[in-house]
T-cell receptor, first 111, second 113 residues
Framework: GENVEQHPSTLSVQEGDSAVIKCTYSDSASNYFPWYKQELGKRPQLIIDIRSNVGEKKDQRIAVTLNKTAKHFSLHITETQPEDSAVYFC??????????FGAGTQVVVTP | DAGITQSPRYKITETGRQVTLMCHQT?????MFWYRQDLGHGLRLIYY???????DKGEVPDGYVVSRSKTENFPLTLESATRSQTSVYFCASSDSRIKATQYFGPGTRLTVL
């Protein structure tokens, strides 16, 4: 089955700097890669996703890149702000379409 | 987000008791999922359902039972709760199997004493 590894587990950045989170997956049939943000005590919420026929997608300060050959995808947050502090999860679909989540990255943005 | 709800939001129970967590969605989504969230493990799939009366096991199904008699409801039952089932449980739904966004409920924090 699908296995998703996510790094780093914690990430501390200065406000205004960039943050990068990387994930790798094992199932070459995976074709959908969402990223979720979870604030403390809240539900995970989709922030951006990318499909297998696209190499990069951007939404304001957030971008995701996908390298299907290497089986890895990354989340990039530019000009980080305190409200970006949260846990971020990557995920990849298995052959059925179920999501396999990474273990999460705790991002702390310090003023 | 208000379209998917969970109850109760918090539950404390004792080892050996039966507990049922409720999930209700108003979008008529075909697909529904139950996850548990534990520190260091992210979100792990317990059970999922493709439609009413169609359910299947996920990654960590042992000790759990589900049913789906109506499209909008997907209850999760712990038949005999154990301390290892202390966790935060999230229900999610989506309208498609492939490449579909999953929308999460607010979660239920369950403590088994």
């Amino acid at each position: 089955g699908e296995n998703v590894e996510q790094h780093p587990s914690t990430l501390s950045v200065q406000e205004g700097d960039s943050a990068v989170i990387k994930c790798t997956y094992s199932d070459s049939a995976s074709n959908y890669f969402p990223w979720y943000k979870q604030e403390l005590g809240k539900r995970p919420q989709l922030i951006i996703d990318i499909r297998s026929n696209v190499g990069e997608k951007k939404d304001q300060r957030i971008a995701v890149t996908l390298n299907k050959t290497a089986k890895h995808f990354s989340l990039h947050i530019t000009e980080t702000q305190p409200e970006d502090s949260a846990v971020y999860f990557c995920a990849a679909t298995d052959s059925w379409g179920k999501l396999q989540f990474g273990a999460g990255t705790q991002v702390v943005v310090t003023p | 987000d208000a379209g998917i709800t969970q109850s109760p939001r918090y539950k404390i129970t004792e080892t050996g008791r039966q507990v049922t967590l409720m999930c209700h969605q108003t979008w008529s989504h075909s697909y529904m999922f139950w996850y548990r969230q534990d520190l260091g493990h992210g979100l792990r799939l317990i059970y999922y359902s493709a439609a009413a009366d169609i359910t299947d096991k996920g990654e960590v199904p042992d000790g759990y039972v589900v049913s789906r008699s109506k499209t909008e409801n997907f209850p999760l039952t712990l038949e005999s709760a154990t301390r290892s089932q202390t966790s935060v449980y999230f229900c999610a739904s989506s309208d498609s199997r492939i490449k579909a966004t999953q929308y999460f409920g607010p979660g239920t924090r369950l403590t088994v004493l």
